[in-house]
């Protein structure tokens, strides 16, 4: 895809929606952790139901060590890979209050090594939290991205370091949170809504109904 395209394709993201939100409920930045942390391989739907009661009880890092792996599974066991989603909260938290107290490592090197963090989570963060243009990619953007050829890829980490180079700075910030919703809701995996997306005359999805 030529540049021109890719530059059509941002301008109709922005002008749809200038400032993307994400679809995760979070009151805090450690929330917001915990959350996209919970979000691997469900839906926000899902967490967001969770976290309403998990939240409540325990909403700061100190509550949720206090909780213990235990309360913690039989709240979060709806999730999928819960038993290990609950060694990880348990285990960031700790890490978080009792070496970072209570703030958060604002690199990619140190999130990288917290426990159930993986590059699209600790971009979020940086993302979130730090006001950073980084682009996290997950499914949706993974898809899209290769799918209409706006970049290619083998991998998300692949598609991750083109997309830095080749989004305008002033796009970054924004664009992981246009590609989930749009993957969501038009350009989904089994049946994308060609009809009405908004990126139709751009893509060079070769199977795209007009």
Known sequence: MNKKKRLSILSALEKQCYSPQSELKY???FQLL????????TTDKNVNRVTKKLFKIAPSPLELCLLGEKKIIEIIHSLGLYKKKSQYLYQVSRIILYKYFNNFPNTLFKLLKLPGVGRKTANIILNKIFEKNTIAVDVHVFRICNRTNFVS???????????????PW???SRFHDWLVLHGRYVCKSRFPKCKICILKKFCEYSKKIL
């Open 34 to 41: 915990i959350s996209v942390i919970l979000s691997a391989r």
């Open 27 to 29: 009151s805090t930045n």
């Open 153 to 167: 890829g083998k991998t998300y980490k692949d598609v991750e370091l083109k997309l830095k180079r080749i989004v």
């Open 170 to 172: 002033r796009f970054q």
